[in-house]
């Protein structure tokens, strides 16, 4: 009752809204509350929160509201984020505001039920026209957005052209970074000065309940040491090994084993699909921090249709790789080197079902991995060059959005070099004559050619061993994996290969 009530005070201070006599023609929007429990990155409860909401779902577009389109980063930006602080040698904070989509002024006219339990007296039958957004209404992140985006650009920042969640105010030769996340702020500078005036700005305009240094966010868990940053969601593996009674199971020592040849096994034995298909988006969810397991939960994911016992193995073994595993996270050292280099690769009719190939990239800035990706190839490749030559076009395509995002950093990049293991394919780059082995390769992958003539990417060779995408291509050996892995950056920060990767 008094979190509930604390809720209510947050409104009044607000002015989110007003009592006013039912209208007529028009939609009333019910309320209701939910109470939610604040964890920290340890699991522990460390507030008790009541929250009341629109039935968002009753809205009708044109009437209760128009456009609710709000801008949000990718996860890929914040990893480079975190490289480029480290890089500048300066921490990330981040802030809660109270209530923060209250703060969103909506132009549509809104009318909600009084909240449940908290009736007016001496007006039962009023009803609440609001000011400003309420949770879960449609337009409520947008209102937010537009808020606080009017706000620091009032503050002398600038908004980003590439990605508009991130603002950016330079002072001399000093530089104030703002990342957005819906209504979390992550915030750093290059002085500490400019670091501690960006809090008391926000709170001469908002209410702050929280300001703290980076260390739980989305989900990860994040620690800001002198040698690095170090991700990793230990906390959420633990649940999830819990979640699907694993705990008590023997560990294993990589995701997949190398022999393992997954198909639709249509004469194996089905299981309960909705709980396959939940074991599936956990998994997905865990590849934010763990690039290992990238190509296993890919391959399983195939399957979520029509799931037989092999493929629930297949995924039991990925969750007794993460026992052994639980405190393997990324590790961004800190390092005077910040190039931006790509590896491709692409396997050849791995694909047991449609004998598709599978295109495999991951980006590095300087010696953090920042971005990898695993997708299956629309079409079905005649050769391994071409198999290559496709995954290196979807690669260069990662390299230039990567530059134009690092530009609003004031970061620029020439002559990115892209790895491939695969000489028929940077050949097919080099030449601009279309022959009998090239002529049936859809044009749009024929732009990587264009880029290289440019000279905004190189294609160098790479031995397969030295080839980092082999990892999200195949399943490896023992030995190939824990190289590789470590190679990427996912290590244990219990280990000393922080210190030999710094």
């Given at each position: 009752?008094?979190?509930?009530?604390?809720?209510?005070?947050?409104?009044?201070?607000?002015?989110?809204?007003?009592?006013?006599?039912?209208?007529?023609?028009?939609?009333?929007?019910?309320?209701?509350?939910?109470?939610?429990?604040?964890?920290?990155?340890?699991?522990?409860?460390?507030?008790?929160?009541?929250?009341?909401?629109?039935?968002?779902?009753?809205?009708?577009?044109?009437?209760?509201?128009?456009?609710?389109?709000?801008?949000?980063?990718?996860?890929?930006?914040i990893?480079?984020?975190?490289?480029?602080?480290?890089?500048?040698?300066?921490?990330?904070?981040?802030?809660?505001?109270?209530?923060?989509?209250?703060?969103?002024?909506?132009?549509?006219?809104?009318?909600?039920?009084?909240?449940?339990?908290?009736?007016?007296?001496?007006?039962?039958?009023?009803i609440?026209?609001?000011?400003?957004?309420?949770?879960?209404?449609?337009?409520?992140?947008?209102?937010?957005?537009?808020?606080?985006?009017?706000?620091?650009?009032?503050?002398?920042?600038?908004?980003?052209?590439?990605?508009?969640?991130?603002?950016?105010?330079?002072?001399?030769?000093?530089?104030?970074?703002?990342?957005?996340?819906?209504?979390?702020?992550?915030f750093?500078a290059?002085?500490?000065?400019?670091?501690?005036?960006?809090?008391?700005?926000v709170?001469?305009?908002?209410?702050?309940?929280?300001?703290r240094?980076?260390?739980?966010?989305?989900?990860?868990?994040?620690?800001?040491?002198?040698?690095?940053?170090?991700?990793?969601?230990?906390?959420?593996?633990?649940?999830?090994?819990?979640?699907?009674?694993?705990?008590?199971?023997?560990?294993?020592?990589?995701?997949?084993?190398?022999?393992?040849?997954?198909?639709?096994?249509?004469?194996?034995?089905?299981?309960?699909?909705?709980?396959?298909?939940?074991?599936?988006?956990?998994?997905?969810?865990?590849?934010?921090?763990?690039?290992?397991?990238?190509?296993?939960?890919?391959?399983?994911?195939?399957?979520?249709?029509?799931?037989?016992?092999?493929?629930?193995?297949?995924?039991?073994?990925?969750?007794?790789?993460?026992?052994?595993?639980?405190?393997?996270?990324?590790?961004?050292?800190?390092?005077?080197?910040?190039?931006?280099?790509?590896?491709?690769?692409?396997d050849?009719?791995?694909?047991?079902?449609?004998?598709?190939?599978?295109?495999?990239?991951?980006?590095?800035?300087?010696?953090?991995?920042?971005?990898?990706?695993?997708?299956?190839?629309?079409?079905?490749?005649?050769?391994?060059?071409?198999?290559?030559?496709?995954a290196?076009?979807?690669?260069?395509?990662?390299?230039?959005?990567?530059?134009?995002?690092?530009?609003?950093?004031?970061?620029?990049?020439?002559?990115?070099?892209?790895?491939?293991?695969?000489?028929?394919?940077?050949?097919?780059?080099?030449?601009?004559?279309?022959h009998?082995?090239?002529?049936?390769?859809?044009?749009?992958?024929?732009?990587?050619r264009?880029?290289?003539?440019?000279?905004?990417?190189?294609?160098?060779?790479?031995?397969?061993?030295?080839?980092?995408?082999?990892?999200?291509?195949?399943?490896?050996?023992?030995e190939?994996?824990?190289?590789?892995?470590r190679?990427?950056?996912?290590?244990?920060?219990?280990?000393?290969?922080?210190?030999?990767?710094?």
């Open positions: 009752m008094i979190v509930m009530q604390e809720e209510l005070n947050q409104f009044e201070r607000s002015e989110v809204w007003e009592l006013v006599p039912i209208p007529s023609n028009q939609s009333v929007i019910g309320t209701r509350w939910v109470f939610i429990n604040k964890i920290n990155e340890k699991g522990i409860i460390v507030r008790n929160k009541a929250r009341l909401v629109a039935q968002g779902f009753n809205q009708e577009e044109g009437i209760d509201y128009e456009e609710t389109f709000a801008p949000i980063t990718k996860l890929e930006v990893r480079m984020l975190l490289a480029f602080t480290y890089f500048n040698d300066f921490i990330l904070y981040q802030m809660d505001v109270k209530s923060a989509f209250l703060n969103g002024f909506i132009n549509e006219e809104v009318y909600v039920e009084q909240p449940p339990g908290f009736q007016s007296f001496n007006f039962p039958n009023h609440f026209k609001l000011k400003k957004a309420l949770y879960v209404l449609k337009q409520a992140s947008r209102a937010w957005y537009e808020r606080l985006s009017k706000f620091l650009l009032k503050k002398g920042f600038k908004m980003e052209k590439i990605d508009t969640t991130l603002f950016i105010k330079t002072k001399e030769n000093d530089m104030l970074l703002v990342q957005i996340y819906v209504e979390d702020i992550i750093g290059t002085n500490v000065t400019l670091c501690g005036e960006f809090p008391k700005c709170h001469s305009e908002f209410e702050m309940s929280m300001m240094e980076l260390n739980f966010f989305l989900g990860l868990q994040i620690k800001q040491l002198k040698e690095g940053t170090f991700s990793n969601q230990a906390k959420y593996i633990r649940d999830l090994l819990k979640r699907f009674n694993i705990k008590e199971s023997k560990t294993m020592k990589t995701p997949m084993s190398s022999s393992i040849k997954l198909d639709k096994d249509e004469k194996g034995k089905s299981i309960y699909s909705t709980m396959y298909r939940g074991m599936i988006g956990s998994l997905l969810y865990l590849t934010a921090s763990r690039p290992d397991i990238m190509y296993c939960v890919c391959l399983c994911a195939k399957f979520q249709s029509c799931p037989k016992e092999s493929h629930l193995s297949a995924v039991k073994q990925i969750l007794r790789y993460f026992k052994g595993t639980m405190d393997i996270g990324l590790w961004y050292p800190k390092s005077d080197n910040f190039e931006l280099i790509g590896f491709s690769d692409a050849f009719a791995g694909c047991r079902v449609e004998r598709k190939n599978t295109s495999d990239t991951c980006h590095f800035l300087g010696h953090s991995l920042v971005l990898w990706h695993s997708k299956k190839q629309n079409s079905v490749a005649l050769s391994t060059a071409e198999a290559k030559y496709i290196v076009s979807l690669c260069c395509a990662q390299i230039l959005w990567m530059k134009q995002t690092l530009s609003d950093f004031n970061l620029s990049f020439e002559h990115v070099p892209i790895k491939c293991d695969n000489i028929s394919a940077i050949n097919i780059s080099k030449n601009p004559v279309q009998s082995r090239t002529k049936h390769i859809e044009i749009i992958h024929h732009f990587l264009d880029h290289a003539q440019k000279g905004d990417i190189t294609l160098e060779f790479v031995s397969t061993k030295d080839q980092f995408s082999d990892i999200f291509t195949k399943p490896l050996s023992e190939q994996f824990f190289d590789i892995r190679q990427l950056g996912v290590i244990s920060l219990l280990s000393n290969d922080c210190l030999m990767n710094s």
